[in-house]
């Protein structure tokens, strides 16, 4: 039975008050099926636009309301349907006020209606182990080329600050380049029963690369073995990345543990969306 500590708020979103700052244009459009079914997502927000390649609604709802995913609760539809989505800047508006013009194009694109709430979740808090942190500082500032089927050069990772999730028979891969144990940690929250949070108080970035067993792909989302109780002292002497285990196991070859807690986390509750949005 959840535990509810307050309610914060129960505030549909409106742009009545006039106070949202909207874009000037905004296209959405379907994105095209990733190449061998991996997953590409891509944010870039320069010359006055704000571009989006790959989003699903969920995603754009994590970016305009700066949560983390596992504070998104709504229809599993939200997750179904990716997009491209460029927005043009307002003159004299900054990179800060795009959370707001997100906001606002939900709204008005997907009809979008949320509110807030506070409560006291179960999580998995990413602490350091006994024996201290075995993370590799980041190198690279961006993924080199490679030849694509038609010659052009197509990333062979993801950039600095990005994450690629591959999927073979062995499990899931995921390799980060360049990215900080807030970000991790978001990204494992995908593919485990409870959130994880990043308590390390670790800052930087770092290069990861670590591999789920099958069982954690197919329990996603669902039930899923419990979480073994190890020392968290910095698991397998194989090192990162070199053996299909748990999360869990994982996170431990970097010195890191992750333990069962208790911690208030707000809410964006979606009451209503459409799959689908406006025309352009």
Sequence with gaps: MKSW??????VTCSLASGQKIAFEVASIKPSEPSPGGMIRMGVSNDDGMARYTNFSVRDLIRVAFKVKDFQIEGPDSMANMRFDVVGKLPSGSTKDQIPDMLQSMLIERFKLSV???????????MVVGKNGPKLKPAEVTAAPPQQGPNGGGQPSGPP??????????SGAHLKAPAANLG??????????????VDYTG???????????????IQNRGGGRPPMP??????????GPGSAAGSIYDSVGRY??????????????????????????
Excluded: C, Q, W
């Excluded at 509110?115 to 808090?125: D, F, G, R």
């Excluded at 600095?160 to 028979?169: A, F, L, P, T």
């Excluded at 970035?205 to 099958?214: I, K, M, T």
């Design 5 to 10: 500590i307050f309610v914060a708020s129960l």
């Design 115 to 125: 509110h807030h709430e506070t409560k006291n979740h179960a999580i998995y808090a």
């Design 160 to 169: 600095r600050g990005g994450m690629m999730i591959m999927v073979d028979d």
């Design 183 to 196: 970000n991790l940690s978001e990204m494992l929250s995908r593919f485990s029963d409870k959130p994880v």
């Design 202 to 216: 670790i800052e930087g970035a770092y290069e990861f690369d670590l591999v789920f067993s099958p069982e954690v």
């Design 229 to 238: 109780m190890g020392d968290g002292g910095g698991g397998s002497a194989d």
């Design 255 to 280: 010195g890191l543990k992750l333990e069962s807690r208790k911690a208030p986390l707000d809410k964006v509750i979606v009451d209503k969306v459409e799959g689908k949005p406006t025309e352009n």
